[in-house]
Antibody, heavy 119, light 108 residues
Framework: EVQLVESGGGLVKPGGSLRLSCAAS????????MSWVRQAPGKGLEWVGR??????????DYAAPVKGRFTISRDDSKNTLFLQMNSLKTEDTAVYYC??????????WGQGTLVTVSS | EIVLTQSPGTLSLSPGERATLSCRAS???????LAWYQQKPGQAPRLLIY???SRATGIPDRFSGSGSGADFTLTISRLEPEDFAVYFC?????????FGQGTKLEIK
């Protein structure tokens, strides 16, 4: 069974940093592209970015609002995805989800971790 | 960037009725890589449909997806009480991936 478990959320001041983790199990992590999606309180879903598998280059793409501030990385030896968030703004307050896609079964999502940016 | 527009914003129907939700893209979605989700308060999105028309595992057959190119539809054939929720579409055919703003399905 595919499982994605996010952690690392919490309260941080504007301008601060936070690193989120997503522990994956139930599939061959190194083979898949991974994404982060966020949802601000009471708002819709917003794609944050993605990282390709190492065999596909291991590079990342980002949404415009986070480009240059957020970095997605992965540790295939630990089946873990990361989201390093720097220069945080109040508008980054959201639940952050890690997700991945399988051609035979579609998108799988974690339960999310809440990040609150407030002074 | 592909912009997805969902309509209507709110849909008021009764249990047993048929629901038709629309998702229109600002340009053609590559390979019809379009997904639909259901979300209830305090929960993660639940995948209903991927690839425009493939039902996800465990999803009842009253949910169906159709469409291609830039015009997609989610149909719920006979509404059950547990179907009242917010529904989002997502395109994942080209980066940046994008979501529609959501349709709230409420009990009339």
């Amino acid at each position: 069974e595919v499982q994605l478990v996010e952690s690392g959320g919490g309260l941080v001041k504007p301008g601060g940093s936070l690193r989120l983790s997503c522990a994956a199990s139930g599939f061959i992590f190194s083979n898949v592209w991974m994404s982060w999606v966020r949802q601000a309180p009471g708002k819709g879903l917003e794609w944050v970015g993605r990282i390709r598998s190492k065999i596909d280059g291991g590079t990342s793409d980002y949404a415009a609002p986070v480009k240059g501030r957020f970095t997605i990385s992965r540790d295939d030896s630990k089946n873990t995805l990361f989201l390093q968030m720097n220069s945080l703004k109040t508008e980054d307050t959201a639940v952050y989800y890690c997700t991945t896609f399988f051609y035979g079964s579609g998108w799988s999502w974690g339960q999310g971790t809440l990040v609150t940016v407030s002074s | 960037e592909i912009v997805l527009t969902q309509s209507p914003g709110t849909l008021s129907l009764s249990p047993g009725e048929r629901a038709t939700l629309s998702c229109r893209a600002s340009q053609s979605v590559s390979s019809n890589f379009l997904a639909w989700y259901q979300q209830k308060p305090g929960q993660a999105p639940r995948l209903l449909i991927y690839g425009a028309s493939s039902r996800a595992t465990g999803i009842p057959d009253r949910f169906s997806g159709s469409g291609s190119g830039a015009d997609f539809t989610l149909t719920i054939s006979r509404l059950e009480p547990e179907d009242f929720a917010v529904y989002f579409c997502q395109q994942y055919g080209s980066s940046p991936y994008s979501f529609g703003q959501g349709t709230k399905l409420e009990i009339k």
